[in-house]
């Protein structure tokens, strides 16, 4: 068995070997802080507390009105086609607006519209429920007899294919699931799917949420019909940062957004009384651009593509293997289970540890009267403490540290001086 010392051995050699370790600096990082839930809300760049401070304090304060023609007015715009870098589809493909369940509304909507005298929709039982939430209340409002068929996960952690496929057929219109699942970080193989989905007329709409900024997304050579993300997650973006939405050109056309709003009108100044649809993914916006936070979230963009998916996601890996190896050393004899898939092809960019205990352990993590540091993962129950990678920001030290510091709580029963109580947002 390999001892602790090997292991800061590693993770010192690793750290100091890091091609993206310049990255950290850009961000307003902390070295008592152990940040580990940048899958949810991603670490502040330094550039966007500056541009934010100088947008209310000179744009907003003193340029009022007059900003929209200054640069507020292409925001999205630009915004969106650095997006488009990092999902691998041409600029006018996607468009940053509303939420991620906003956009999931109206693509499911648009989708079924073209997929008239298709009953089905299918997904499964790893989807983020908001997703299924939205196409169940679809269903409800549209009511012509369509059904939300679910796939289930038989481990909860990842889909058997012959599964899905089987439940894919001439009667599916749209196919709808999470390309990484927000619990397990179980990763679909994307061209595969839309492959067999297409060769039953079905579409496939995908939630890029946990996977935007994380792992490689090739939207384009999966020939992938439409995909809905949020940007508050690996994109930075700030709390509550403006989601995205994707529809290959392919059926741009025949697809209708089921929302006309000025925004996604030709021509929003000519106040035409009569709408017309504007080009591209653009006529998917509605109201008036959240220019705060597409302010916070252009540096990071900026930052991610700097960095280069594939570097991101090579660090991505070698962190997740190196907490793996940790887990099997020092908290897989404590009674932790994995709750993500071993290998890192149908893997994202967090490893979920199962614990009966996991909501304690995760309370005194991030205790700061406890341990050295102030450790942040997430939970997500029913027994999931979910550690990820962010690898602009994260270290192989931090992993390392975390490990140990998850032991001792639990070797010490430490976690046992914490109330069941759950805050608000866990
Ligand atoms: C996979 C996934 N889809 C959808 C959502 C909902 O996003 P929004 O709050 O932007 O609607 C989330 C939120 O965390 C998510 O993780």
């Not at 993914?281 to 593509?305: F, H, Q, V, W």
């Not at 991101?312 to 004899?333: D, G, M, T, W």
């Not at 510091?405 to 046992?416: A, D, P």
């Amino acid at each position: 068995m390999k001892s602790k010392e090997d292991f800061i051995y590693r993770a010192e050699k690793a750290d100091k070997e890091d091609i993206l370790k310049h990255f950290r600096s850009y961000f307003r990082t902390d070295e008592k802080l152990i940040y580990f839930d940048g899958n949810s809300l991603g670490m502040m760049p330094l550039k966007s507390e500056q541009v934010a401070l100088y947008l209310i304090s000179h744009q907003w304060g003193e340029r009022l009105i007059r900003g929209w023609n200054d640069n507020w007015w292409d925001m999205p715009i630009r915004v969106s086609q650095k997006i488009s870098i990092l999902i691998g589809c041409d600029s006018d493909e996607v468009i940053v607006c509303d939420s991620t369940s906003v956009n999931l509304y109206k693509l499911v909507s648009a989708a079924l519209n073209i997929q008239k005298g298709r009953k089905k929709i299918i997904s499964d039982d790893l989807n983020f429920p908001s997703d299924l939430y939205v196409i169940q209340g679809i269903i409800n409002n549209l009511d012509e007899g369509h059904i939300l068929d679910l796939v289930e996960s038989a481990n909860g952690i990842d889909i058997e294919y012959n599964k899905l496929f089987q439940k894919i057929d001439n009667n599916t219109a749209v196919v709808v699931l999470s390309y990484v699942s927000f619990r397990s970080a179980f990763m679909y193989d994307m061209k595969k799917v839309t492959e067999y989905a297409h060769s039953h007329g079905a579409l496939v709409i995908w939630d890029l949420s946990h996977a935007t900024g994380a792992v490689n997304i090739d939207l384009g050579s999966s020939d992938a019909d439409m995909a809905v993300g949020c940007t508050y997650k690996y994109l930075n973006g700030g709390p509550g940062s403006p989601a995205f939405l994707y529809v290959n050109r392919k059926i741009q056309d025949s697809v209708v957004s089921p929302i006309w709003a000025w925004l996604g009108e030709k021509n929003p100044f000519e106040f035409s009384l009569d709408y017309r649809a504007s080009v591209g993914a653009r006529k998917y916006m509605t109201g008036s651009p959240n220019i705060l936070s597409l302010c916070t979230l252009e540096p990071s963009l900026d930052i991610l593509i700097e960095a280069g998916m594939d570097n991101i996601r090579a660090k991505s890996l070698s962190l997740a293997s190196f907490l793996l190896e940790l887990y099997h050393a020092f908290l897989e004899p404590l009674g932790f289970c994995l709750g993500s898939p071993e290998r890192e092809s149908e893997r994202g960019s967090h490893i979920s540890l199962k614990h009966e205990e996991g909501y304690r352990i995760c309370k005194a993590l991030i205790d700061d009267k406890l341990g050295n540091y102030v450790i942040i993962p997430d939970f997500r129950p029913p027994d999931n403490i979910r550690l990820g990678f962010a690898p602009l920001y994260n270290r192989f030290d931090e992993v390392y540290r975390a490990v140990l510091e998850i032991e001792n709580i639990v070797k010490e029963r430490l976690y046992e001086s914490y109330d069941l109580k759950a805050d608000s947002v866990t």
